[in-house]
């Protein structure tokens, strides 16, 4: 009987590893490499990032030094292609993009939760269409208001480096840069000042973070994650994910009890759609569309920008003769007395006579246009 039992547990582990296999064989595209650590038949990369999480972008970027573009291996015969080829990502982002590639469905499952019906989780007719939208929103006057907002911030920011250094203490840049960007970007998307730069502890920026984990987990689990959000769910990114929505519409709910004139003061992004709306007497965006709108904007705005900003700096240090031509293009454009931040800027408290023409405390839009070495690093970086 024992000998049975043992036979039958054989015969079927020697069919999985044969499915495994064939299924291999079959696996992703064979012209494109296979990243160099461990995967299994099946599951492929799964459990390597599972079991080295913190290891997973120091790789990736090693791999990425002899093969510009390679593949990972997901459960039942997925890969995930990874490239810094610009001239693929032109071809699959922009070229062929919605014609030949597009957002699969599982993928489009994996981030509804919280992008919803946003730009950056549809297809199509309906991708090109809020793409427009989008276009129509950012116009040269409106990226002019914006310009106080992020020197508003940048004060902010740099007081909190200040008491790092009467204290001694190291600064997180990243960490402060996610801060910055996700209130600026907050106040522009929805005219909300969360102020996370201040605070040690922010619900917002906490809750925003625990989301975007949580996005990140699931597309290493491949379509995995569907079985284990069945057998046990996240109840801290739920709680985020009710904190988020509930906190938006909150604001859209205040923001349509409006009447136009109020409406026409504000800068920001949601009441400039609701003022447009109500202008046209039509309501073709309903909360849900607007809640995706402001979700979306945000996820484009605050990890890009954070990273190009954090990536600029760690290059800037390994760069000093391009950092000292920077200083130079400062003080040739802007005067001397942007290196020293006590003397210009003062306190926030002190900020609310700031004039945006002030050229002694606020970079204008004309002036950024002259800061030719600036606009090249960041190109650079990029």
């Known amino acids: 009987m024992i000998m049975k039992i043992i036979f039958s547990l054989f015969l079927v582990l020697l069919i999985l590893v044969c499915i495994g296999l064939k299924l291999l064989s079959n696996w992703g595209n064979k012209d494109i490499p296979i990243l160099d650590r461990f995967y299994l038949p099946v599951v492929g990369h799964v459990f390597y990032f599972m079991l080295q999480p913190e290891n997973l972008l120091p790789n990736f970027i090693d791999f990425s030094k002899e093969h510009r573009t390679y593949q990972i291996l997901f459960p039942f015969n997925q890969s995930l292609v990874l490239t810094i080829e610009p001239e693929i990502i032109k071809h699959v982002l922009f070229t062929k993009f919605g014609s030949v590639y597009e957002k699969g469905i599982m993928i489009q499952k994996r981030h509804m939760d919280f992008m919803g019906r946003g730009i950056f989780n549809v297809n199509g007719v309906e991708w090109k269409n809020k793409r ?116 938006i519409y909150s604001i859209i709910e205040e923001r349509r009890k409006e009447d136009i004139n109020k409406l026409s003061l504000r800068t920001d992004l949601l009441s400039k759609i609701l003022l447009d709306q109500q202008e046209e007497d039509k309501d073709s965006l309903n909360d849900k569309d607007l809640r995706d709108f402001v979700c979306n904007f945000m996820i484009a705005g605050r990890d890009t920008t954070s990273s190009l900003l954090t990536f600029t700096f760690h290059m800037l240090d390994e760069h000093p003769d391009v950092e000292a031509k920077i200083k130079e293009e400062i003080e040739e454009v802007l005067g001397s007395q942007y290196f020293n931040y006590n003397n210009n800027v003062g306190s926030v408290e002190d900020q609310d006579d700031i004039n945006a023409n002030d050229h002694n405390t606020m970079i204008t839009w004309e002036q950024q246009k002259d800061l030719l070495s600036h606009h090249n690093v960041l190109k650079e970086t990029l």
């Open 132 to 247: 427009k939208f989008a276009l129509s929103l950012f116009k040269i006057q409106s990226m002019k208001e914006y310009v106080e907002i992020f020197h508003k911030n940048t004060i902010k920011m740099f007081e909190q480096f200040e008491l790092h250094k009467e204290e001694k203490k190291p600064i997180d840049i990243q960490d402060y840069f996610m801060r910055y960007t996700l209130d600026s970007f907050a106040e522009i998307g929805f005219g909300v000042c969360i102020d996370s730069i201040g605070q040690d502890v922010n619900r917002f920026a906490i809750a925003f973070d625990c989301i975007q984990t949580h996005m990140q987990n699931r597309t290493k689990l491949g379509d995995l994650w569907i079985i284990k959000e069945m057998i046990k769910k996240d109840e801290k990114y739920e709680e985020s994910l009710n904190y988020i929505n509930d906190y």
